[in-house]
């Protein structure tokens, strides 16, 4: 028969670590209260029939709230075995005041007395013997963090848990309580189980209605010891429930004063914790010391140069990409590649190697290599493409006259051979020169100045690079930078299955939906780990340190104004990087409906994959407005602030405003264990659990974009054929209010529910056949063909795409935070009606104002404008009373 | 008097717990009970919630909530 032995406790009473050092599972521990929302069990290590069962913390057994009924329902009508209570030695009165409620339970209880070290450190001193006595039970010393007795705590609980109860409850309470419940448990013996009839009596005195109609006793019995509960009331000038909380502290105060003996000289010192709160929440210092703490997150995160972003890119390029990685901290010196040196001959190989790669490499490490290089791929580059258009120019009237779209491979060739990297020319070879200068003279002349501008530097569209014939013909001759030569290398997994699936001779149907498709998947939700990893990693140790629950004292009064709590605002600066760590941190909030809030709002802060699309359509369309991009952050402020505000007042989240009573915990120094561990649970959490979602999301998309119904795969520029294009036909209607009702802007917000930069390749994808010459181009060319007013339509465009619901994997981890289908659809719900307003309002209004254009659809825009002002400024519901 | 007139530094020792219900377990849960001592030890920055010292541990309770704790 299998033990089952609950673990009950204080919030941050270090329940959760004891539970970890005694099942050796990797449960989620934290410094702040309310990490456990739900019961979780383990086995005990070394008893395999042995249950242990970790509730959630509390301070007490009342029924207001959730984690309270949760671990009160637990106890009373699963019965555990026994119940191992872990107290706070540090706090231990007001720890002892949930023990006095489980002693009652009939239960067989051991008493686990936490963090003696720090208490042995004080020079405090407890008697376990006298504790013990004084609740009927029996009470030993434990440091969980320190593993100090663990298990001792875990082999009495056993041991009580085989002898079953062999003591009554303690009698805590004054002799006219105690004569009241007499006379209750006298009228309710033999009706409710024996071992729980004082805990049935105390819940009938204090007229907790839900234990009592759980219980199934007579309403008329009752009423009978009505009477006794009010005799009792007038005597003692209080409410029953206050009476007994009441009188358990002042029999706890008795058993501290017997039992604990506080170290004399201590009292007047402060301790280091009150040092570290002095500051941190000091009047002055603690709101800077608030934002360097965010500027830090921000810095690990999502900086442009920092941890978190280089992570990122190195995980999304180089480890799961195809760029590939040199392993770090060895040597990344260029290597012969011996095996390819089929100019030298075998002596001459290694050292002495005199092969084009081998004499211009030779002691380079690969970045200077790639430095060196670069300027030659530009050359390439900028001569080809300028090649190729005059190459179409000239013969683009000739009979039989195909557009070149690339380099011819045999003229590459040919040049290739030609010269040498210090531009001798190799024309000794008479035949291929000729052959080459032959082909050169079809197209155009081989001296052309060439005129690009260089995309990568938006600031300089000015900046040319351009490249004559020779420049080219030495670039050409200059082996290219394989990285493979330079120390070790490891090829990106994209990569590698590109080459198994080419070994194995897969058709290209095949072979694309595996690596783009299948892995496509994989990589976004891989993509995401680092970034998660280190803002979990600094969270974790804020939380475990105790700075958290300082957060939410020093920003309540801010926040609780929209609804939100002083916690909300650490997703919202994550959420400026990006929506997905910044949802799952709305975990520290402890408080469920603030928790949810804060989900729903976090993502409307633009994220670095809508800086993208801010930033192209800045560049296109709003050259002259710079501050569109600071309006884009401001309107995403303001949907927090007064969403929250809305949604305060809607009935979703109406309701008593949940008390703000909250332990400020002592600090102390987070273990890297424990962070660690704390950290890998949500990654993991992230991975497994938000990647189910998150992977069939992004192959649906991906299929419908690069398919058409026959599933014939297509080439990117084919868009036009794919089920992409229909769907978005079909449900292009819906846009057609905000400006862009066509199947191509329709397609391209879908497809950017992928990730949101896609909106922008998409765009550029479906814009290719427009009118223009580069991509800026054609796109503005699209929008034009949309609506008369092609910068309002862009504009509603790019406000639609960053305030509806965020990608695919934010959304996916709002259902997961959400905790229930119906909660993550009204987050969507929700996002997608605000992104909605607000491209309808600013295309149907903006209409209004430029040129008095005056339709239905402003009408309506209007109207939803007046409902959600309504909505904002409305009086508040009246508190329902429950 | 009720707790949140208090100063700054001050200790009181609690009379009465007003209100009822939810907000007022929870309150005397937390062990501010009648015949308690309370020391206020700060208020945070932006002037709402405050710090209390009481039965040896840091409890932080909004004004409104202080409101309805009577001290002597």
């Not at chain 1, 605002?569 to 909030?589: D, E, H, L, S, W």
């Not at chain 1, 007013?789 to 406000?799: E, G, I, W, Y």
């Not at chain 2, 008097?1 to 219900?21: A, C, H, N, P, S």
């Amino acid at each position: 028969m299998s033990i089952k032995i609950a673990l009950a406790g204080n919030p941050n009473s270090g329940k959760t670590t004891l539970f970890n050092a005694l099942t050796g599972s990797d449960q989620y521990v934290g410094n702040w209260p309310g990490v456990t929302v739900e019961k979780k069990d383990g086995r005990l290590a070394g008893h395999k029939d042995t249950v242990l069962q970790d509730l959630p913390g509390i301070y007490s057994l009342s029924p207001y709230s959730l984690e309270e009924k949760v671990s009160r329902n637990f106890l009373v009508y699963e019965k555990p075995d026994a119940i191992l209570n872990i107290v706070d030695g540090t706090n231990i009165e007001r720890n002892l005041y949930l023990s006095t409620q489980l002693a009652e339970l009939g239960i067989p209880m051991v008493i686990a007395v936490n963090m003696m070290d720090i208490v042995d450190k004080a020079g405090d001193k407890i008697d376990f013997k006298k504790l013990g006595k004084a609740l009927n039970c029996r009470a030993i010393g434990i440091s969980a963090q320190k593993s100090r007795g663990c298990r001792d705590a875990a082999a009495e609980a056993l041991l009580v848990a085989r002898e079953g109860l062999k003591s009554e409850a303690p009698h805590v309470f004054s002799g006219s309580v105690e004569h009241a419940l007499a006379h209750i448990e006298e009228s309710i013996q033999g009706k409710v189980p024996a071992a729980s009839i004082r805990w049935c009596a105390i819940k009938i005195f204090e007229r907790d209605k839900e234990a009592i109609e759980k219980m199934g006793i007579n309403p008329k019995t009752i009423e009978h010891v009505e009477g006794h509960i009010k005799d009792c009331e007038k005597e003692l000038d209080d409410d029953a429930e206050s009476i007994i909380t009441s009188q358990r502290y002042e029999f706890i105060q008795k058993i501290v004063k017997d039992c604990v003996v506080k170290n004399s000289k201590r009292l007047k010192r402060m301790s280091i914790s009150d040092k570290i709160d002095r500051i941190v929440t000091h009047k002055i210092l603690a709101l800077p010391i608030f934002i360097l703490s965010l500027c830090a997150m921000w810095w690990l995160a999502v900086a442009e140069n920092g941890p978190g972003t280089i992570l990122t890119d190195w995980a999304n390029d180089q480890f799961l990409g195809e760029d590939g990685w040199h392993l770090p901290f060895t040597s990344h010196k260029f290597k012969c590649p011996e095996k390819e040196c089929e100019n030298c001959t075998a002596d001459e190989r290694g050292e002495n190697c005199t092969c084009e790669s081998c004499r211009i490499y030779t002691g380079m490490e690969y970045e200077e290599a790639q430095e060196f290089y670069a300027p030659h791929e530009k050359n390439i580059e900028a001569w080809e493409a300028a090649y190729i258009e005059a190459y179409n120019e000239a013969n683009k009237d000739k009979e039989g006259f195909e557009e070149l779209a690339e380099m011819p491979e045999e003229l590459d060739e040919a040049l290739a051979r030609t010269v040498k990297a210090d531009g001798v020319r190799l024309d000794d070879d008479e035949e291929t020169g000729e052959a080459v200068r032959g082909k050169l003279k079809d197209g155009c002349g081989p001296c052309i100045e060439v005129e690009i501008a260089e995309e990568d530097d938006e600031d300089a569209p000015e900046l040319e690079w351009t490249c004559d014939w020779a420049m080219y013909q030495v670039s050409k001759a200059v082996p290219e930078v394989d990285p493979s030569n330079y120390g070790v290398f490891i090829p990106g997994i994209s990569t590698l299955l590109d080459s198994m699936l080419d070994k194995a001779g897969v058709n290209e149907t095949v072979k694309s939906l595996v690596k783009d498709g299948a892995w496509g998947g994989v990589a976004t939700v891989l993509g995401f780990v680092p970034v998660i990893l280190v803002v979990f990693l600094f969270l974790a140790f804020l939380e475990d340190c105790g700075y958290m629950a300082r957060v939410a004292f020093i920003m309540d009064r801010l926040f609780r104004k929209f609804g939100l709590s002083g916690k909300s605002f650490i997703p919202m600066i994550v959420g400026k990087g990006c929506g997905v760590p910044a949802v799952m941190a709305a975990r520290t909030i402890e408080n469920e409906r603030d928790h949810r809030m804060t989900v729903i709002l976090a993502t409307f802060i633009p994220c670095g994959a809508k800086t993208v699309v801010i930033a192209m359509f800045a560049s296109i369309f709003f050259r002259d407005m710079w501050w569109v991009a600071a309006l884009m952050d401001i309107i995403g402020i303001a949907i927090i602030v007064l969403g929250g505000i809305a949604l305060k007042k809607s009935r979703a989240f109406a309701g008593e405003a949940a008390p703000f009573v909250m332990e400020l915990p002592s600090y102390h120094l987070p273990t890297p264990n424990g962070i660690w561990r704390h950290t890998w649970t949500r990654v993991k959490g992230y991975v497994f659990k938000a990647g189910m979602i998150i992977f069939p999301a992004c192959v649906f998309l991906w299929l419908v974009m690069h398919f058409d119904w026959s599933f014939t795969l297509l080439a990117d520029e084919e868009i036009e054929k794919s089920i992409l294009h229909d769907i978005g036909s079909w449900i292009a209607w819906f846009f057609a209010p905000l400006g862009f009702g066509t199947w191509q802007g329709a397609a391209a917000s879908v497809s950017a529910e992928i990730a949101k930069e896609q909106a922008t390749a998409t765009l550029g994808i479906v814009a290719q056949n427009m009118q223009g010459t580069s991509t800026a181009a054609h796109i503005k060319a699209l929008f034009g063909s949309m609506s008369d007013f092609p910068r309002l339509a862009a504009f509603s465009f790019m406000v639609f795409n960053l305030f509806i619901p965020p990608c695919m994997v934010a959304i996916a981890v709002t259902f997961r935070e959400m905790g229930t289908k119906a909660w993550g659809w009204f987050a969507v719900a929700f996002q997608l009606f605000i992104g909605y307003t607000i491209a309808l309002s600013a295309y149907q209004v903006g209409m209004l104002i430029c040129s008095g254009v005056f339709t239905f659809w402003t009408i309506l825009a209007l109207a939803i404008d007046g409902f959600c002002l309504w909505a904002i400024f409305r009086p508040a519901r009246k508190e329902i009373a429950k | 008097m009720t707790l949140d007139q208090v100063q700054i530094g001050e200790e009181r020792t609690i009379t009465k717990i007003l209100g009822e219900g939810a907000v007022k377990r929870r309150i005397m849960d937390m062990g501010l009970t009648k015949g308690t001592k309370v020391t206020i030890i700060k208020v945070a920055p932006l002037g709402d919630p405050l710090e209390l010292l009481v039965r040896g541990y840091d409890l932080s309770i909004r004004k409104d909530e202080a409101a309805k704790i009577e001290v002597e």
